[in-house]
């Protein structure tokens, strides 16, 4: 501690951010003592090893991001789909694919990158995921899609028997985004292996961290060899580089599989851990007009990423945003994400908005959408802001009256009750 500001910054309440334990300094060493310091080595095959273990998968293989894992899993469906290019057109070129609104963009962006168009599902209020009742709409107005790429938002599985039973009724494959849910269950079973292809993160403010790192996970030997080979720019069999398809640099380093191997005894006390932070915030906020985050305690064992909360309709105070600004009009008794938001900033905590839903993103704006009323065309060119919907929507009710909480592992019970206290008095 060497000056009031770096001290300010030790008492920071963050919203996620990296809890490390020792073991991943050692296997770091480790690798830099053997000079394994490349995408080969021990702390790559074990980290594949546990993970595969843990999911109860059959093959992980370790990458350089969750988006690369999402891009190489996009890939895979859009030639087992559509068939490969040998000059790598984009896999999806010319085809539409189903995907999550509710979510981050790198769940969405490798459908660009494949040359896809995104269509978006709205999100059902039970666990803030893809509504399968908006899917089975979708599928009705475009029964000629055959992909449907689905999140898990802030660690909380969504309906995924019943996601399953419409894509399969229309013969469509999944991509299934666990990046938020690592460690989360749906019936028993790991997230991470519900999908035809799916991925996981371990960015520096997941659950458990490398700091940075993905992995594709399957049962199939065949898309596993063929991830494996894309992420490490295809190289073929031969004594000199030898490519037949279009690569890339993927892989994982052995250093960052060092810090993710020492992390992996602790995902389920992380876990235990966010877990005890949702009930404190939801037992502290009795009495106020929110809600936490819904689970779908019947069928889903979240990993509790994040806690996220909801202002009841009648508690909200006006609050307005535009692509880079809200404004909000204080009231008595009621309040708005953004006062909360700024509230919490003022005690150096950190919470966020709750992503803001693709299809009010501009760089999506134009694709289409589809809520379980039916279909609302892109194009909106006129409508920046998107004004004449406010609110029509489940995703952007949610995103206009929701918010993440700090939601950090390593948060005290003080620093949680002062966070609880100031949430309380936005609603003085
Ligand atoms: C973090 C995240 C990703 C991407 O993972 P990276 O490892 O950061 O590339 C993808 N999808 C969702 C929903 C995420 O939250």
Known sequence: MYNGREEKAEKRIWLSSPTMHGDELKYMTEAFETNWMSTVGANINEVERLVAEKVGCRYAVALSCGTAALHLATRLAGERLYGSHPAHMGSLAGHKVFCSDLTFDATINPVAYEGGEAVFIDTEYDTWNMDPAALEKAFGIYPEVKLVVAAHLYGTPGKIDELRAVAKAHGALIVEDAAESFGATYKGQQTGRFGDFNAISFNGNKIITGSAGGMFLTDSQKDA??????????????????????????????????????????????????????????????????????????????????????????????????????????????????????????????????????????????????????????????????KTERITDVGRDIFHRGLCLPSDNKMTAEEQDKVIAVVRDCFA
């Open 225 to 386: 060899d063929k991830v494996r080979k894309w992420s490490t720019q295809s190289r073929e069999n031969a004594p000199w580089y030898q490519h037949e398809e279009i690569g890339y640099n993927y892989r994982m380093s052995n250093v960052i599989a060092g810090v993710i191997r020492g992390q992996m005894p602790y995902l389920e006390e992380h876990i235990a851990q966010k877990k005890a932070i949702w009930e404190r915030y939801r037992d502290g906020f009795a009495g106020l007009p929110v809600h936490m985050n819904p689970i779908d305690f019947e069928n889903s064992c979240p990993n509790y990423w994040l806690s996220c909360m909801i202002i009841d309709e009648n508690a909200m105070c006006p609050m307005e945003r535009n692509d880079t600004e809200s404004v909000f009009t204080p009231q008595h008794g009621k309040s708005c994400p953004t006062e909360i938001l700024n509230a919490l900033a003022a005690v150096n905590a950190e919470g966020r908005p709750i992503w803001k839903p693709m299809h009010m993103q501009p760089v999506y704006r134009k694709h289409d959408f589809v809520t379980r009323d039916g279909l609302r065309r892109g194009n909106r060119e006129n409508d920046p802001a998107g």
